[in-house]
């Protein structure tokens, strides 16, 4: 018996090695895989290139050159990927200068999403937004809430059954019917699949494969090349 103790702790060894090394390399990878979702994607020398880190519309929004250039970020209450990106966006939009204008486009893939989408459209007109945005992304996200209905939203972004009722008229408005139908159409158009997707200037949308952070960066190239384009130097 004596004898047999030494392999057994060579085993035992050669296991914790095993098991150690495996953890270091899944370690490794995940740490690649956020680096690539958050950071990854800038070229040395600054420049974007098309069909790598943006893609030209095929049937862009309209715009005049003396209007502001529009960042549009289709984003749902249901994606959590967008609710990861929510804190950079919010630091980066208050870095815009005066001739450019941020707005949110809520996407609607589903009737579910399309129903959050009027959600928010329903916060902005009772002036409940700031309040409420970042409570839906974590009441979905990090406490499993699902809504189910209109009823079940207002319960959950009002305090009272009055609030809930207004909630639900205005929820159920041909204005906000229609500033959903319209970011629906917008998103079709400008081949919006996925989010979240920034779009500047109803031309230009970021490809989502390049990082996170570094989307803000391609925005910011892409809000110069429309810049530039407008006063007619060169981009």
């Given at each position: 018996?004596?004898?047999?103790?030494?392999?057994?702790d060579?085993?035992?060894?050669?296991?914790?090695?095993i098991?150690?090394?495996?953890?270091?390399?899944?370690?490794?990878?995940?740490?690649?895989?956020?680096?690539?979702?958050y950071?990854a994607?800038?070229?040395?020398?600054?420049?974007?290139?098309?069909?790598?880190?943006?893609?030209v519309?095929?049937?862009?929004?309209?715009?005049?050159?003396t209007?502001?250039?529009?960042?549009?970020?289709?984003?749902?209450y249901g994606?959590?990927?967008?609710?990861n990106?929510?804190?950079?966006i919010?630091?980066?939009?208050?870095?815009?200068?005066?001739?450019?204008?941020?707005?949110?486009?809520?996407?609607?893939?589903?009737?579910?999403?399309?129903?959050?989408?009027?959600?928010y459209?329903?916060?902005?007109?009772?002036?409940?937004?700031?309040r409420?945005?970042q409570?839906?992304?974590?009441?979905?996200?990090?406490?499993?809430?699902?809504?189910?209905?209109?009823?079940m939203?207002?319960?959950f972004?009002?305090?009272s059954?009055?609030?809930?009722?207004?909630?639900?008229?205005?929820?159920?408005?041909?204005g906000?019917?229609?500033?959903?139908?319209?970011?629906?159409?917008q998103?079709?158009?400008m081949?919006?699949?996925?989010?979240?997707?920034?779009v500047?200037?109803?031309?230009?949308?970021?490809?989502?494969?390049?990082?996170?952070?570094?989307?803000?960066?391609?925005?910011?190239?892409?809000?110069?090349?429309e810049?530039?384009?407008?006063?007619?130097?060169t981009p």
């Open positions: 018996m004596a004898k047999g103790a030494p392999k057994s060579k085993a035992t060894r050669a296991r914790n090695l098991l150690g090394f495996t953890s270091l390399l899944i370690a490794a990878i995940l740490g690649y895989g956020l680096y690539t979702v950071f994607g800038a070229p040395a020398d600054g420049e974007f290139v098309e069909g790598t880190h943006f893609d519309i095929e049937n862009p929004l309209p715009r005049r050159p209007e502001p250039i529009s960042v549009y970020e289709f984003f749902s994606c959590v990927h967008c609710k990106f929510d804190p950079l919010d630091a980066w939009k208050e870095t815009l200068a005066d001739d450019v204008v941020f707005e949110r486009k809520p996407a609607s893939f589903n009737p579910i999403w399309e129903m959050l989408g009027r959600t459209y329903t916060l902005i007109e009772l002036d409940t937004l700031e409420n945005h409570r839906l992304f974590r009441a979905i996200h990090d406490n499993g809430r699902q809504f189910l209905s209109a009823q939203l207002a319960d972004c009002t305090d059954e009055a609030d809930s009722a207004r909630f639900l008229e205005i929820f159920n408005s041909a906000v019917r229609r500033q959903m139908t319209t970011a629906t159409q998103m079709r158009q081949g919006v699949n996925a989010v979240p997707t920034l500047v200037a109803g031309k230009y949308a970021v490809r989502r494969e390049v990082g996170r952070a570094q989307s803000l960066d391609v925005a910011n190239y892409l809000i110069e090349r810049r530039a384009g407008s006063s007619g130097e």
